[in-house]
């Protein structure tokens, strides 16, 4: 990434949506942001920062299309840009209907949405697994006796291992069902979107190692930047941690990105910032799911310290015209990785350890979430987590060992569910 330039100061970007992230690295660039954000989304930073804020529910295209029209009346912005999962389908609908460049609304839907993307890829045969939309109890068990056991159902539009749910055995099924029934209608508001859970999908149950793919995507060449090693528990779906480069033999790491090159060609990606997920088991690598936007769980940091590119920084100069096209993947200079802290369920009554871990100079990140007093959840997804730790080291396993050694070090006292309240805190290893 450049400094800013006098070409810069002369750009106007329509930002939808964003993180505090995501507006100081496109104001960094020197150029005006137009900022269209949700009302239940905005901070006092972003109020500071964007030129023109227009605060509006921008999933709703009826709303939104009028007011882009006279935003670009009155502000004349070059292009559209969204890093956050629920503006990405806004923003590429709308880069359609001004005739600017970019990812178009089909593909970014069919991104986000699994089904979709299951029923794009099985037309053009690129999918080997079984995989059918949830429509009623009985359709579990018609699914059931085509795949077998295990199999997974979740929601077509949810992020962050949402509504994940594992069938292993017939007599889990009328569970399950009222899992969904549960889980329907419901806003995701643990998560990333402002949508509503409405449609689930099952699919085949894949076995092997999981990995991320940190992509970018330049008018329809797609250069891998890093494939990320995921750090699992088969016990429930939430990550562990994340940790790049991923531990891989040549062959391997060639198949991986093949495969992901192939499938966002097949997709209809063709520009910026993507997030791969993916199994390499006995079917080979198969896509699990994928984002047209940089993954989260901190991969962003990792990516930059690992190989020295800011994919968030790319995904708003790209489009802008302000950052050459990399040639080709970087090399590893270090390795990262990030942990999550977690706990059983009970109560939060202390907790320490924090300002000694973010002090270090090979800390990336630290955060906790909680404080005394809040409630730590039964472990389901990515959202019952209650803090994390990133850190850079010399290579992969020194990163992985560093990471854990100071994940231990927060403390998170913790009262079990169900023990009395003046009972003996208790102290879970991370």
Known sequence: MTAPT????????LLVGATDQHLQRAKALGVRVVLLQHPDKITSYQT????????????DWDTVRPLAEASREVWGFDTVASLTEAGLDVAARLNAH??????????????????????????RGKLSIHWDRVTDRASLDAFAALAGYPFIIKPTDATASFGLIRVSAPGELDATWERIEELRG???????????????LMETYLDGPEFSVEAFSFA???????????????????????ALPARLAPDAHARITAAVEDFLDTMGVTDGPSHTELRLGSRGPVVIESHNRVGG??????????????????????????????????PARAGACTRF??????TVTAVSGVAEVAARPDVLAVEVSVAPGDPVRPLRDNWDRLGFAAVTAADTDAAIALCERLTEQIRIDVTPAGAPADALDLEVAA
Do not use: C
């Open 6 to 13: 006098a070409r810069a100061a002369d750009r106007t970007l």
């Open 48 to 59: 500071g920062l964007a030129d023109v804020l227009l605060m509006v529910d921008y999933t």
């Open 98 to 123: 001004f005739g600017f460049p970019g990812t178009g609304p089909e593909a970014s839907r069919r991104m986000r949405n699994k089904f979709l993307m299951r029923q794009h890829l099985t037309e």
């Open 186 to 200: 419901r806003r995701s508001d643990r998560g990333s979107t402002l949508y509503t859970v409405s449609e689930f």
């Open 220 to 242: 329809g060449r797609h250069v891998v930047i890093a494939v990320t090693e995921k750090l699992v528990d088969d016990t429930h779906f939430a990550e562990l941690g994340h």
């Open 297 to 330: 769980g901190h991969i962003n940091e990792l990516v930059e310290a690992a190989y020295g590119i800011d994919l968030l920084g790319y995904g708003v100069a790209w489009p802008l015209g302000l950052v050459e096209a990399l040639p080709a993947p970087p």
């Open 341 to 346: 802290v977690l706990r059983d369920p009970g």
